[in-house]
């Protein structure tokens, strides 16, 4: 079998201790796993240690492929090594390996020695395409590693927080809560059914949440509520998307302004389906509300908030835009249509305000962090697009036409 090689390298902002001990941390797997493959953590034990095991399941329509990685080598802060003990690949060696760098830095570089099925026929078929999938994953892997060490350096003054979230399985919630725990967080879970220890049970229709559980926190972020995207609106699922929003939000905050012990703020999750549809109108957290189901649902929403303000909780209402990830949420859905070659929505002069699921990630993060922030803050990218717009772009993006628009009647 003749083995492959494969490195990368890059500099990181903090020294070779914190950057290994940022890989340490329990959500930084799941910080590099690309969002493009459709690939989660099924399994770990042991963390980096020798003999440390993780299985990651890969998701391909009905079948499910495993990975199963062990860790061979943990030599802190300067390497750690994990092999494939079965998997897709015929053999895959993965060194970590951390240098300091003058001026208190230090460099990573992923080395990789491999091997695709099926011997030379194998890498002669697929040799190419391995190494440029090697290329994107390890881009990515170093950009979020950056920028994550980045971030958490920018904050390293205010200490470490003790946060609970609900929506914790959620697109955002499990994102946020990979990204506080590399940092050093303390991440609990308010659920409706406990699965891990540290778990806080709640039960929206019941009106019951575990309130002792809540005592002493930092910090609480609420993301909980049904999908809007997750059915027609028919009376039912309206009703579902209020009543989620609204109750839990009213049995939340009514808990925390109680509390004898209360945290010092609360981020709660609203949209910018505040403002309604209101065109090519430039809107600010100042504007007024609009006036359809969304408008209303958000206005009410928010409010709920109110109580927890007056018991001297700083709490900061995050209006966020359609929020873009291909691991689930909107842009999932517009992925396989775009690809048969599916155009705008309608006349695709409909305006999107949108954001990127690390940059809403990171605009929690900095709500946590930021004392001075308070009240309705928009959480959107700078410039929002038209769907017609949108729709080229994705296209560009994913190299496919787009020229098969959805009729305004079938939508």
């Known amino acids: 079998m003749k083995l492959q090689t494969y490195s990368r390298r890059c500099e990181l902002p903090v020294d070779a201790d914190a950057a290994f001990a940022w890989h340490e941390q ?25 003999g440390a095991e993780v299985v990651l399941v890969n998701r391909l329509g009905p079948l499910r492929l495993r990975w199963l990685a062990e860790h061979v080598a943990y030599q802190p802060p300067r390497l750690f090594e994990d092999v494939q003990r079965r998997g897709p690949f015929a053999h895959w060696d993965h060194q970590h390996r951390f240098s300091s760098e003058a001026g208190g830095g230090a460099s990573l570089e992923d080395h990789v020695e ?50 609970a979230i609900t929506g914790c399985s959620g697109l955002v919630g499990s994102e946020l809560k990979s990204l506080l725990t590399t940092g050093g967080h303390e991440v609990r879970a308010i659920t409706r059914r406990r699965q891990n220890e540290g778990d806080i ?46 109750e839990g939000t009213r049995l939340l905050c009514q808990t925390l302004a109680g509390l004898r012990h209360k945290p010092k703020v609360l981020v709660a999750a609203s949209a910018t389906g505040f403002y309604g549809d209101r065109g090519d109108e430039v809107l600010t957290e100042d504007s007024p509300p609009g006036d359809n189901f ?36 909107a842009l999932k859905k517009m992925l396989l249509p775009a690809k048969l070659g599916g155009g705008r929505l309608g006349s695709g002069r409909q305006y999107w305000s949108w954001i990127g699921l690390d940059d809403a990630a990171g605009a929690i993060h900095h709500a946590l962090m930021t004392d001075s922030l308070s009240g309705p803050v928009n959480a959107v990218a700078p410039n929002p697009m038209t769907n017609s717009e949108f729709t080229k772009v994705l296209g560009r993006v994913i190299s496919r036409p787009t020229i098969l628009p959805a009729p305004a009647f079938g939508l």
């Open 26 to 50: 329990p959500g930084a797997i799941d910080r590099l796993l690309p969002p493009w493959e459709n690939m989660q953590v099924e399994r770990r034990t042991g963390g980096l240690h020798t």
């Open 114 to 163: 491999y091997a695709v099925p099926g011997g030379w026929l194998g890498q002669a078929v697929a040799g190419g395409f391995v190494r440029r999938q090697l290329d994107r994953m390890f881009a990515y892997r170093h950009e979020t590693t950056v920028a994550d060490l980045s971030l958490h350096q920018r904050y390293r003054e205010k200490g470490l927080m003790r946060v």
């Open 201 to 246: 049970e709640w039960d929206i229709a019941a009106g019951r949440i575990d309130a002792e559980q809540l005592e002493g926190l930092d910090a609480v972020v609420h993301l909980a509520g049904e999908n809007i995207a997750a059915g027609r609106w028919n009376a039912k699922q309206k009703a579902k998307i209020r009543d989620s929003r609204i």
């Open 294 to 329: 969304l408008a209303d649902v958000c206005r009410e929403w928010e409010a709920q908030t109110d109580v927890a303000k007056q018991a001297g909780i700083r709490v900061v209402n995050l209006r966020f835009g359609m929020i873009l990830s291909p691991k689930d949420g």
